[in-house]
C-alpha cells in the first residue's frame, strides 16, 4: 500500500513565522500535491508537482510556496503565516505522468493553527 | 475553481438502509472519482469512473455517471455505522477538483 506521511499531525504557530509542512511518499509516485481543507469550502489545491523541481500552482497559491528537491518529497511552506492560514492541510500523491488519470492517495493531514 | 458539488450536505440513515449521495459538475471530465473521508484524516479512494462508463460497482459500492447531465452517484447499500464518514467526488486531469462532500451519519 502507498504510504504518504505528513509529518506532524498538529502545529501552532505565530503569526509572521515561517512554517514548513513536510509529506514523503514510498511508492515513487511522479505527482505530489498540497490541498487545504475548511468547512464549508472543500479541498482547495493550493500547489501540485509532476516531478522533480517542478512546481505549478493550483487555485489558492498565494502565501505559500513549495519545494520538491527528492522525488518522494514534497514540501509546503508559509513565508509569513497568517491567522486565514489556519486550516487542515493534506498532501497526495498519485502515479503517472500529466495525462493520466490515477487515484489520489491521501495523507493524513495536519491541523495547522495560526495564532 | 471548485467542479464537484455534493448533494445532500449531510444525510442520516439507519444501519442497514441505503445510502445515497450525489455530485454535480461543470465541464467534461475524463473521469470521476469518489473519495471517503474519516473524521480528522485524510482521504480514501473508493472507486473511480470512466467518462465512457454509465455504471460500476465495487462490493456494497455502486456508482452510476450521467456525462450528458453532468452528474453522478454513489450508492452505499446495507449500510453499516463504520460508513459513517464524509464523502467527496472529484473531477479533472492532472488536476483534482473537489465538491465540499456529503457528511454521512449511520446510526447503529
Known amino acids: 500500500d502507498v504510504k504518504v506521511t505528513q509529518s506532524s499531525r498538529y502545529l501552532v504557530k505565530r503569526t509572521g513565522e515561517k512554517v514548513f509542512l513536510e509529506c514523503v511518499q514510498d511508492?515513487?509516485?511522479?505527482?505530489m500535491f498540497w490541498y487545504r481543507q475548511d468547512p464549508g469550502l472543500g479541498l482547495r489545491l493550493i500547489y501540485f508537482?509532476?516531478?522533480?523541481?517542478?512546481?505549478e500552482k493550483g487555485d489558492i497559491p498565494e502565501g505559500y510556496s513549495v519545494s520538491r528537491e527528492k522525488k518522494e518529497r514534497f514540501s509546503l511552506i508559509l513565508e509569513s503565516a497568517s491567522t486565514n492560514q489556519t486550516s487542515m492541510y493534506l498532501c497526495?500523491?498519485?502515479?503517472?505522468?500529466?495525462?493520466?488519470?490515477?487515484?489520489?492517495?491521501f495523507g493524513n493531514g495536519t491541523r495547522l493553527t495560526v495564532t | 475553481s471548485q467542479q464537484g458539488e455534493e448533494d445532500p450536505q449531510a444525510l442520516s440513515i439507519q444501519e442497514g438502509e441505503n445510502a445515497t449521495m450525489n455530485c454535480s459538475y461543470k465541464?467534461?471530465?475524463?473521469?470521476l472519482q469518489w473519495y471517503r473521508q474519516n473524521s480528522g484524516r485524510g482521504l480514501v479512494h473508493l472507486i473511480l469512473?470512466?467518462?465512457?462508463?454509465r455504471e460500476k460497482h465495487s462490493g456494497r459500492l455502486r456508482v452510476t455517471l450521467d456525462t450528458s447531465k453532468k452528474s453522478s452517484s454513489l450508492l452505499i447499500t446495507a449500510s453499516r455505522a463504520a460508513d459513517t464518514a464524509s464523502y467527496f467526488c472529484?473531477?479533472?486531469?492532472?488536476?483534482?477538483?473537489f465538491g465540499t462532500g456529503t457528511s454521512l451519519t449511520v446510526i447503529p
Open positions: 497526495a500523491s498519485s502515479l503517472a505522468g500529466r495525462r493520466e488519470n490515477s487515484p489520489l492517495h
Open positions: 511508492m515513487d509516485h511522479e505527482n
Open positions: 508537482s509532476y516531478d522533480v523541481k517542478m512546481k
Open positions: 465541464t467534461s471530465i475524463n473521469n
Open positions: 469512473i470512466r467518462s465512457n462508463e
Open positions: 472529484a473531477t479533472g486531469g492532472n488536476q483534482f477538483y
